[in-house]
């Protein structure tokens, strides 16, 4: 079969792999879409994902696919389901799975087959992302694309219950990327009563005004600072980095309430700095989620789905481009480019 690897260095090439091989309690998968995590993959290109040091490395984790066989113990997945976030779980002629879903194929586990074979949770045999690898039903008003984004919706969802959000707050979104566009939606649709987008690009600032932002500041002509404090003389509630950018912490401290939270969402590529909190108020929390849950994705998978089968939520809001696994290295490209009005990228098999 044919996947997307990184050499170290950051070099994107196609390799020919073996098919991945499936235990009894697991699936095989062809897949159909993987989206381009602006996060995660690019991360892995560039040798910044922490404690990830085995290359060369296939990458993707934002995979859908359709289940082709299933093994003897299986019973949550039949044959022609759509199923959410197919995994390599093994290495191949010296390549290291990054998640590996940019693949023909690739793996998904039963966990309750594996809870009845006594292999559950605690066993070496068990993956926590079982819990997220989730069957797309027929009724859902969705399709092999658009499941894509709904990796990326569950894992922010789970990221805004552990920040414990809530209706009636404020908050400010740092970066309308498709994660920061994610959380201004889900913010609204949570009730939070307003949510102020913050970015450096017009083009980026109209995107969150659709998404839902109350209030949309390019901070390249705006003193948010200045701005905020007239709106929340007292700061805001929460505080979101959703760009991964250490020096936002240190921006954020002068716009918290007192018993405020700073909420970080994914890994810093940076992995240090000099914190200085003579900005902020005496009680303060610095919170960060680098690492989603797999079983909170799962978790937060129906609450999706509802959206989006109401008709609130639509996928395709948030995705850009539509490319064939052919130039998956293009879309890459993209993405280091960033180029104007680009948001998620999806990879199409």
Sequence with gaps: MKSLVVEEG???????????????????????????????????????????DTYPAVLGHEGV????????????????????????????NGYEPGWGAFSEYAVVGDWKAYVKA?????????????????????????????????????EVLSAIRRF?????????????????????????????????????HEEKIRQAKKMGADIALNSTIADVKQEVRKLFPEGVDYVVDAVGLNQLILQAMELIRY???ICCYGISPKLGMDLDWSQAPYNWDLHFVQWPSKKEEGEAHHQI??????????????????????EAVKAFEKVEAREPGLKKIVIKF
């Design 164 to 200: 414990g959000m809530k209706e009636n707050e404020t908050a400010i979104v740092f970066g309308t990327g498709p994660v920061g566009l994610c959380f201004i939606r889900f913010l609204k649709l949570l009730g939070l009563s307003t949510v102020i987008a913050v970015d450096i």
């Design 259 to 261: 018993n405020g939270k």
């Design 10 to 52: 950051g070099k994107l090439s196609f390799a020919e792999l073996p098919q991945p091989e499936y235990g009894e309690c697991q699936a095989l998968v062809k897949l159909k879409s993987c989206g381009v995590c602006n996060g995660t993959d690019m991360k892995l290109i560039h040798g910044t994902f922490k404690n990830f």
């Design 118 to 154: 006594g292999k559950g949770p605690g066993t070496p045999e068990f993956s926590e992302s079982y819990y997220a690898q989730t069957v797309i039903r027929k009724e859902d008003k969705i399709d092999a694309v658009g499941a894509a984004m709904v990796i990326t919706f569950r």
């Design 65 to 92: 696919g359709e289940v082709v066989e299933v093994g003897s113990r299986v019973e949550s997945f039949q044959k022609g389901d759509l199923v959410l976030l197919p995994f390599l779980e093994q290495g191949a």
């Design 305 to 326: 789905m509802a959206w989006i089968n109401m008709g609130v939520l639509d996928p395709y809001d948030f995705i850009s481009d539509v490319m064939p696994f052919e």
